[in-house]
């Protein structure tokens, strides 16, 4: 029997979100134990509901296999908590999921600063922009966004993590192959090729208003910290911030105009003693000294959108460098130079570039910018200094 199909039946039973999986193992230690247990032990417990016991009894291992072999069969990975591959910092909640449904690959949140950015549907454009410039000034400091896939604050967030070639986890309120947002399914699969779409709902859940609610725990769960742009003032985005603070998680809110319906949210949170986040710099700093990031250096929120070439009829003059290499420099330092230019690159870029392994490229990089040839930018990207522009 395949460990999984005791998760999948157990969650089919109790449904999404519960904190009973706690109570089972303290009296069972197994789902196993509790399966054999049957009706008439599932009713000495006096805990569970009547609908949870029919859901128990009319619900097979069979089935729950079948569900995993379907699930695989769409491409999807089955994670449940006794896997090293679950995420440690949801197994530590009370109402963990018993089972995660995920496409991609799900970035090492236990061990990376991950920061959830979530907000209204409704977002005005100034929150949008501010969404997109968080999400992606965040993936540049070598951040996981994570976020829930609605339009508005979401969907920005989402696309500035992936527009600067970040890690993104998009948690959605309904089964991976659903139909929901069409509109933005180029952009879950942007997410999943560096990232993971998650779902602890099976394949053919389709989206319903009380799922997301329910869903909310788990993006707070897998952050340092939960960041709410915009909401009114009963925005679900808010009860996500409220799951993040039961968690033990941080808490920063954009503060807004006072006028606007799409800040009352906000302006509460910080009323209520949550962290203002007046640029992303804000974010990131309270974590420097526990993860490897770089902090952006701007003093309030700054539209950083990804670099586009200048229309016509406004070029810009480009920078350009002598191709040969100074000299003195070690044959990796010489030949990362040749690669680099005045526009970062990443550690992937460099390495397809020159064919050279990680290491070697950090250990290049170095050698260049102790002798100030190269720096280091946001997101571990390296680009060459001003001095080395010819004209």
């Known amino acids: 029997m395949d460990s999984r199909a005791w998760w999948v039946w157990l969650q089919h039973g109790l449904g999404a979100g519960s904190s009973k999986p706690q109570r089972i193992f303290e009296s069972y230690a197994s789902i196993e134990n509790f399966y054999r247990a049957g009706e008439e032990g599932w009713r000495l417990e006096g805990y569970f509901t009547a609908r949870e016991i029919q859901r128990f009894k009319s619900y097979s291992l069979t089935q729950a296999q079948a569900q995993i072999e379907y699930a695989e069969k769409l491409g999807q990975r089955i994670l449940t908590p006794d896997m090293n591959t679950y995420p440690q910092c949801l197994g530590q909640l009370r109402n963990y999921p018993c089972v995660l449904y995920m496409k991609g690959t799900l970035p090492p949140v236990d061990f990376m600063l991950s920061i959830a950015v979530v907000g209204t549907r409704r977002a005005t454009k100034s929150g949008r922009t501010i969404a997109h410039a968080m999400g992606y000034e965040l993936a540049r400091a070598g951040a996981i966004v994570v976020s829930g896939g609605a339009l508005g604050i979401d969907t920005q967030a989402h696309r500035g993590a992936v527009e600067a070639g970040g890690r993104s986890v998009c948690v959605l309120g309904c089964g991976i192959d659903a139909d929901y947002l069409l509109a933005n399914a180029s952009l879950r699969q942007a997410v999943s090729l560096d990232g993971a779409l998650i779902s602890e709902y099976p394949p053919g859940t389709q989206a319903m208003a009380s799922n997301f609610p329910i869903r909310n725990r788990i993006i707070s769960g897998l952050c340092d910290a939960t960041v709410v742009v915009e909401a009114a003032s009963k925005s679900g985005s808010l009860i996500t911030a409220n799951d993040a603070l039961d968690q033990g998680r941080d808490v920063f809110a954009v503060p807004g105009n006072v006028q606007s319906t799409m800040s009352k949210g906000t302006n509460r949170l910080i009323q209520e003693g949550c962290t203002p986040a ?22 309030g929120i700054n539209v950083i959108l990804p670099d586009s070439p200048p229309s016509a009829g406004n070029s810009v003059p480009h920078k350009s460098h002598a191709k040969e290499p100074p000299e003195g ?49 946001v997101g571990q990207r390296y680009k060459l200094t001003d001095n080395q522009a010819m004209t």
């Open 329 to 377: 420099l070690s044959n990796a330092a010489a030949a990362l130079y040749r690669v680099l230019d005045f526009h970062p690159k990443s550690i992937d870029e460099l390495c397809c570039a020159t064919g050279m392994e990680p290491a070697k490229i950090l250990a290049a990089a170095t050698e260049l910018e102790l002798r100030s040839f190269a720096q280091a930018c």
């Open 278 to 299: 007046t640029c992303t710099r804000d974010i990131l700093q309270p974590y420097e000294s526990k993860y490897r990031i770089i902090l952006p250096d701007n003093p």
